[in-house]
């Protein structure tokens, strides 16, 4: 079944489940451009979510808008084969921010998160990645822009091993100010390719982008300081 969500319709999101996906299928497309795409707005209480908990689901073309202190997580995926696609993320501000973007369960085997724009236009960090992700296998980060205040968690966070993931194309900047701050953050055991990629951080102490143990990567470019300056290959 396929959901067309008309150009300027809003949604005020106040409580977790607020936006259900829990039957298999469905495809949910926003109709606009900019920000007259259909828009969810996140408010009231810090647990408000859209959740996606039935397989094959996909969303895509929507703009999803942090306005709660500490969200704790805009979207969760329990399900497998979800994808999203071509939404946009206002993730913080000054005044309220969402922990993460996206949160996948180690049960969402061959996820899709491709083409979509996280931002945060404050100083307020999100603590936990723009993306995080558990034991998903078989799984794509493709052609994102992610900007923001990430510290040292990243713009990517995996938290449990997984294997056959791709993180290829994205475009990736944390703001944080100095310290050890990353990029793409993976499991020790995780098994990736990330390729591809662009990036900047600032650390003036020890600059690692990436940290992916058992991962392979190759061909990304990454600055870890502001100015114009050689970008490092990695």
Request: aromatic residues 6%; glycine residues 8%; hydrophobic residues 45%.
């Amino acid at each position: 079944d396929v959901i067309i969500v008309m150009e300027g319709h809003a949604e005020s999101i106040t409580a977790a489940n607020g936006i259900a996906l829990d039957v298999a299928g469905i495809r949910i497309i926003g109709l606009g451009s900019g920000h007259s795409q259909p828009a969810v707005t996140f408010t009231t209480a810090a647990a408000a979510s859209a959740n996606v908990s039935a397989d094959n689901n996909s969303i895509e073309n929507i703009l999803f808008k942090c306005n709660i202190d500490d969200q704790t997580a805009m979207i969760n995926i329990t399900a497998a084969d979800v994808t999203i696609k071509d939404c946009e993320f206002q993730m913080a501000d000054a005044t309220y921010d969402a922990e993460i973007a996206i949160l996948v369960s180690d049960a969402g085997d061959r996820f899709c998160i491709e083409g979509n724009k996280f931002h945060g236009t404050g100083n307020t960090t999100v603590v936990a990645g723009a993306i995080s992700f558990g034991a998903a296998d078989n799984s794509i980060i493709r052609n994102n822009i992610i900007t923001g205040y990430f510290g040292t968690t990243g713009c990517i966070l995996n938290a449990a091993a997984a294997v056959n993931v791709v993180i290829d194309g994205n475009v990736l900047l944390n703001r944080s100010a100095d310290a050890n701050n990353l990029l793409i953050n993976l499991h020790a055991s995780t098994v990736a390719a990330i390729v591809n990629n662009r990036g900047g951080m600032i650390d003036s102490t020890s600059p690692t982008p990436v940290v992916a143990a058992a991962s392979f990567v190759a061909g990304n470019y990454f600055s870890t300081a502001a100015g114009v300056a050689a970008s490092t290959l990695m």
